[in-house]
């Protein structure tokens, strides 16, 4: 894969993507979808902070220049921030006109919720590499792998020393069982609120299926072919958004059927826990005087992005 792929993933190709997801959120400001910018800005960014790392990318994860590990930690920043930004899209979706029904006061408190939660998934994170920083025992180099794409230092992310040896002193088990909690965990916890943002996204079914087809659904089979690798590969699966963004409008418009048939689709995949809610949903709305089937921006008043 080497000799292969390693031409392919290059500045120039980051400095491409980068540059066409800037020209859609261009289009999506001057058409004043400003709603979109929270969920779409910080995957355009991570692009741009990938292509000053190709800039000054490492040779493995020790050996790096200073820049490389100020873009990687940057980098590292934006990333995290991905499942809030998609959470304030949730918030910046909900129809106006519903927002004096009873409806919003549980919408709020599933939006604060997850703000909550990612906010102190993002103090964690940040708090530990930091701290690995400051002891010496994390690179913090970004490098390409064997697949020619970047290795970001948060993919990983190694255990402190005194823990390593606290494990390594009981049973064999121990290490394999904490490693793979330490690893696989963040990156479940980090997915996790990523589809959370997604599922409070009121309408944009076309975006939402892209953006989880080409993004959470990938992380386990790109992980399980490339390794570590997945990360920037996942972020840049998911800059499709900003494209399907861009594109939904005109597929509205001219593919009525598609968004009816992918509508369901969105709600199944990133509404998890729709059908718990479903019943007491209906209530409300019927105590409400509105419905909450077949709504359309003219029912409720406000743009259903």
Known sequence: PVSVCAMCW???????FTTTQAICLIILLYK???????AQLPIVLQEL?????WLNIGKDPNTCNSINKKLSFLCTVT???????????????????LKNKGIWKW???????MLGLTAFFILCAITYTLFGLKAGWYPYCTYPGPWGH??????????????????????????????????????????????GGLALVTGAELVRVAMFALGPALVIP?????????????C????????????????????????????PTAEGFTGVMKEIHEEKMRRLAEKYGYTTVGQTPKDTGGSVL
Request: charged share 10%; glycine share 6%.
């Open 32 to 38: 004043g979808k400003y709603a979109y910018m929270f």
């Open 10 to 16: 290059s500045a120039e190709v980051s400095a491409f």
């Open 236 to 263: 840049w699966t998911a800059s499709v958004g900003a494209y399907s963004m861009v594109m939904e409008p005109y597929v509205k418009q001219h593919f009525p059927d598609l968004i009816e048939m992918v509508a």
């Open 107 to 113: 919408k709020r408190i599933e939006i604060f919720c």
């Open 150 to 195: 970047q290795v970001w230092p948060m993919m990983t992310p190694p255990l402190p020393p005194n823990l390593v040896e606290w494990v390594h002193d009981y049973h064999t088990l121990l290490p394999w069982a904490v490693g793979i909690f330490f690893h696989w965990g963040w990156y479940c916890c980090y997915m996790g609120l990523v589809i």
């Open 222 to 234: 790109l992980y399980m072919i490339i390794g570590p690798e997945f990360g920037s590969v996942w």
């Open 79 to 97: 990333v995290l921030y991905v499942p809030m930004g998609f959470t304030l899209w949730g918030h910046a979706s909900f129809p106006a006109r």
């Open 49 to 53: 902070w990938q292509f000053f790392i």
